[in-house]
Nanobody
């Protein structure tokens, strides 16, 4: 059974930084397309960043240059370093895993989700 557990969310002022972690069990991060999604109140869920098995990262336009996705396959853990945070980054952030070469991510879906962690950025 796959479990994804996020940590590292919290409250920060604009311009600050946070680092999210996602520890996976039941799958190997080395064999999965891993990603971060977020959902703000009243908005659609959006993909923030992904890192496929080839390691070629990609980012949503709103976070490019500020966020960095990475993973430690030895620890089966995914990270999201968030710098220069803005109030519009406020959302629940979800870790996701796709074992089908990002097929589900391309449709904004994922077979596996974490429980989510709240990030709040104040101005």
């Amino acid at each position: 059974q796959v479990h994804l557990v996020e940590s590292g969310g919290g409250s920060v002022q604009a311009g600050g930084a946070l680092r999210l972690s996602c520890t996976a069990s039941g799958l190997a991060t080395s064999s999965a397309c891993m990603g971060w999604f977020r959902q703000a109140p009243g908005k659609e869920r959006e993909e923030v960043a992904r890192i496929p098995t080839d390691g070629y990262t990609s980012y949503g336009d709103s976070v490019k240059g500020r966020f960095t996705i990475s993973k430690d396959n030895a620890k089966n853990t995914l990270f999201l370093q968030m710098n220069s945070l803005k109030p519009e980054d406020t959302a629940v952030y979800y870790c996701a895993a796709d074992l089908a070469n990002c097929y589900y991510f391309n449709d904004g879906r994922s077979p596996f989700w974490g429980q989510g962690t709240q990030v709040t950025v104040s101005s």
